[in-house]
């Protein structure tokens, strides 16, 4: 199994002209946390999505375990997104479709031939596992923006994924749903998964990442241990820690 | 100007050859939609149902009316309800003409918009990265059942818009001629032709492919701002509404040569 299971390489990504990602080479280590913070507009976002595969660089590559994620076939990206779980920052529910299929929805992706028994006990048992009581039948519009959260964080670890993709996951989660969505993903890195997260939350990357990569305007500027970054008196990065929440 | 008309042409060749690809996998996408139909099915009977079945009656009311008015204005003209010629005069008019091409019209403004609109809108809610994040992609899921219903329901829409289009104007005609119902439909049966049935068929399902390939492709070339949706929503009515009489005058030529 290779160490490092994500590689981005060079990455360049423009909008309108403007490099929101300009040449950026990270590797991810596999069963390690990386935490990646920066002020807002700064390329998070952009980081997670390019190494989960959803969005593709127009420059550099990005490789899973070592393979071009641009070069798959169907089948392959298939299975690769299988082992991975992605976490919106806006939650990104399925609006048409009930939170219950919200849920069903990569279990049938990863095994279309699921029962229908087998599926609703799944289902149950993720809403079981976060106490969450809502009605598995209603539409995303008819529960808090906090709830969608963290049924979307059901829907991304559903399938136990090897590889955690976290964006801005405590974004609009009140105080107990944040320490719950922290034991959760406590778990997950005890398991052994991959995390990767962006955030701007201090507690969040202090509590979580092994590692930190500090961004600004699309470039690393600092990468590290937690303590050693946060302790930094680089003036570079001075404003970017005390933009941390 | 010569630097900005070269990176206009460049660019159009670009979206040009985009839209080709795109269209080229969602054909390829539609063959293999068997294999994944548990997931798909309910997206495409939820497709038939609002493309198809919601929009029976206002299909029926304008057939009607249409078929109705065909025959009030054609009765101003000297023999226009006599003879044999009205019945071959209403099956070109209405079931290889006007049927089609008017329920495209309709799929266009009501279901061709509805789908460049709510595919617009998942885009700009990340619901497509997530389709992505879990191993679908977002045009089989989204894209094939719409096109296979789309074209399902034109047809059977244009069927109906013929039957009510003919009802209409054989209704309107037996009143005016005190020529009984069934008398004027045995008549009608007997001037209809394979190549009527064939030309009407024909149009229905490439209508029904040309307006659901269009919308799909401009609700999924949002690219991230809800300013964009009505913007390409209204690119996707105009261009379908070109494409569907382009592919009309096509059929019309095919049809000539063949019963030449």
Redesign the interface.
């Known amino acids: 199994m290779i160490d490092v299971p994500i590689v981005l390489d060079d990455v360049t990504i423009r909008f309108d002209g403007r490099a929101a990602l300009d040449g950026l080479s990270l590797e991810f280590q596999r069963g390690k946390s990386t935490a990646v913070i920066g002020s807002s507009g700064s390329g998070k976002s952009l980081v997670l999505?390019c190494a989960?595969?959803?969005?593709f660089p127009e420059e550099g590559d990005v490789l899973f375990e070592g393979r071009s994620i641009a070069t798959m076939g169907?089948r392959e990206?298939?299975?690769?997104?299988?082992r991975?779980?992605?976490h919106?920052q806006?939650a990104?529910?399925?609006?048409?479709k009930s939170l219950g299929e919200n849920l069903s929805?990569?279990l049938?992706?990863?095994d279309?031939d699921l029962s229908d028994y087998a599926l609703h006990g799944k289902v149950a048992e993720s809403f079981a596992s976060v106490k969450l009581e809502l009605d598995p039948s209603l539409r995303p519009a008819a529960i808090s923006m906090g709830q969608q959260k963290m049924v979307s964080f059901l829907?991304?670890t559903i399938?136990r994924p090897e590889i955690l993709f976290l964006d801005d996951s405590l974004s609009f989660m009140d105080h107990a749903g944040s320490r719950q969505l922290m034991a959760r993903i406590e778990e997950f890195k005890d398991a052994g998964a991959t995390i990767i997260i962006a955030t701007h939350n201090r507690e969040f990357s202090g509590r979580l990442a092994d590692r930190v990569v500090v961004l600004s305007d699309g470039r690393m500027v600092a990468s590290g241990p937690y303590q050693e970054v946060m302790s930094s008196q680089d003036p570079a990065l001075l404003p970017v820690l005390r933009d941390l929440v | 100007m010569v630097e900005t008309f070269g990176r206009h042409i460049r660019q159009s060749l670009g979206q040009l050859s985009y839209a080709a690809g795109f269209q080229l996998f969602l054909f390829k996408e539609t063959f293999n939609f068997l294999g994944k139909r548990r997931i798909g099915l309910r997206v495409l009977i939820l497709q038939i149902l609002f493309t198809g079945v919601e929009a029976l009656s206002i299909i029926s009311l304008l057939s009607l009316g249409i078929g109705a008015v065909i025959i009030i204005q054609g009765a101003q003209l000297p023999d226009f309800l006599l003879g044999e010629q009205l019945y071959r005069i209403l099956i070109i008019v209405i079931a290889r003409e006007l049927g089609p091409l008017l329920t495209a019209f309709v799929i266009i403004a009501r279901s061709g918009s509805a789908i460049t609109t709510e595919l617009g809108n998942m885009v700009v809610s990340h619901e497509m990265e997530a389709y992505l994040s879990v191993g679908i992609h977002p045009v089989s899921q989204l894209g094939v059942p719409r096109l296979i219903g789309m074209s399902i329901s034109m047809f059977l829409l244009t069927v109906y818009s013929n039957v009510f289009g003919l009802l209409g104007s054989l209704t309107v005609s037996s009143i005016i001629t005190r020529v009984r119902l069934a008398d004027h439909l045995s008549a009608l049966f007997a001037n209809f032709y394979l190549v009527d049935i064939v030309a009407s068929i024909a149009k229905s399902f490439v209508f029904g492919i040309i307006i659901a390939a269009t919308s799909v492709y401009y609700g999924f070339s949002v690219s991230g701002a809800i300013t964009e949706v009505p913007v390409k929503t209204i690119r996707s009515i105009g261009v379908s509404i070109v494409l569907c009489v382009i592919a009309d005058g096509i059929i019309i030529l095919l049809t000539m040569l063949v019963t030449a």
């Open positions: 999505k989960a595969g959803l969005i169907e990206y298939q299975q690769m997104q299988a991975t779980g992605f919106f806006d990104a529910l399925w609006a048409n929805l990569p049938l992706a990863a279309p829907r991304a399938s």
